[in-house]
């Protein structure tokens, strides 16, 4: 299974929201990464068609296993599950008659490969994010984590092999932030699962690729350790006092701040360091790699 993106491009008037990306997406858990406004919801809606690309060949192309989506259409459209930015909810449904209403909007009849009715998907799926216990409960008093769930849940309605997901932990609490994650990382592998989102650590354990995303572009792409390994010389921790710091902000790109006994210990991170900086070598990370792009 191959999800290829081809030289893909959308405007918006004057802004080039994204520009030419090429990439292939195969089975696994891809963490799209970018600032906001980076392209990470344009590429999204381009996948699940919710925008037009730009037109003629300036648009590019996506191609599911060799054939563009455009010409799949419904076929497409059948196999994607998708968990939007927004929660536009209907408050007053319950998760329950909530799930059966995207079932029917999203075709789902009879009894699935596994000989499960739509209900009985319904009531598995409930149970996955842990919703079984308000099935019938109104979603407009639910917490921010609850109605994620619900979004996630519907997403994943008829089992579907490719799962985008926008921002899933946009406005959750950190305990929420970190079960919604681990639901994710839960689900089967034999899906193309994207992830987008511009917090470090909701994809640092989880994503098999990660997908740097800015002004439109792919940065840089890899496997974590990937990014990481191509990090080695670009950090270093400098030991200096609160007066030092707005002179080393200005020239350098500085992550974590820590009081020390000695003094501030900063981290920087950079093509080129102050010789008196320490190399950070062993614990080189994630949100280091991001600094490095984008900060
Ligand atoms: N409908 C639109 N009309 C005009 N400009 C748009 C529209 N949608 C997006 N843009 C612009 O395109 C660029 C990319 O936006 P996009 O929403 O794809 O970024 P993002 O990485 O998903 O950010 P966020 O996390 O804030 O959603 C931004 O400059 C944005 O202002």
């Known amino acids: ?89 209907y408050e007053d449904f319950s998760p329950k008659a909530f799930l059966k209403y995207m079932a029917e909007v999203k075709g789902l009849k009879g009894k699935n ?65 970190i079960g919604i994650r681990n639901y994710i990382a839960e689900l089967s592998k034999d899906k193309i699962i994207l992830f987008a989102t511009h917090v470090v650590s909701d994809i640092e354990c989880i994503a098999d690729h990660v997908l740097l995303i800015k002004k439109g572009q792919i940065v840089a792409t890899g496997t974590p350790v990937e990014l990481i390994e191509k990090m080695q010389g670009k950090v270093a921790e400098i030991t200096c006092t609160l007066d030092d710091v707005g002179a080393l902000q200005a020239e350098y790109k500085v992550g974590n701040i820590r009081q020390r006994k000695n003094g501030l210990a900063l981290r920087l991170v950079g093509d080129t360091l102050p010789k008196e900086a320490v190399p950070v070598e062993d614990n080189i990370d994630l949100e280091d790699v991001y600094l490095y792009y984008f900060e």
Do not use: C
């Open 113 to 177: 490969a596994e000989g499960k009715t739509v209900n009985q998907q319904i009531d598995e799926l409930l149970e996955v994010v842990n919703l079984t216990g308000v099935a019938h409960k109104k979603i407009g008093g639910f917490s921010g984590g609850m109605k994620q769930r619900v979004l996630l849940a519907q997403a994943l309605l008829g089992n579907p092999k490719i799962l985008i997901l926008d921002e899933p932990t946009a406005g959750l609490d950190p305990k929420e932030r």
């Open 1 to 89: 299974m191959e999800l290829q993106l081809e030289g893909l491009s959308k405007t918006y008037g004057t802004v080039q929201a994204l520009r030419k990306v090429t990439y292939t997406f195969k089975p696994g858990i891809y963490g799209i990464l970018g600032a906001n406004g980076a392209g990470k919801s344009t590429m999204i809606n381009l996948i699940t068609d919710n925008v037009s690309r730009d037109n003629g060949s300036d648009g590019g192309r996506i191609l599911y296993d060799g054939e563009d989506i455009l010409k799949l259409g419904k076929r497409f459209r059948a196999i994607v599950g998708y968990m939007p930015q927004q929660q536009g909810f």
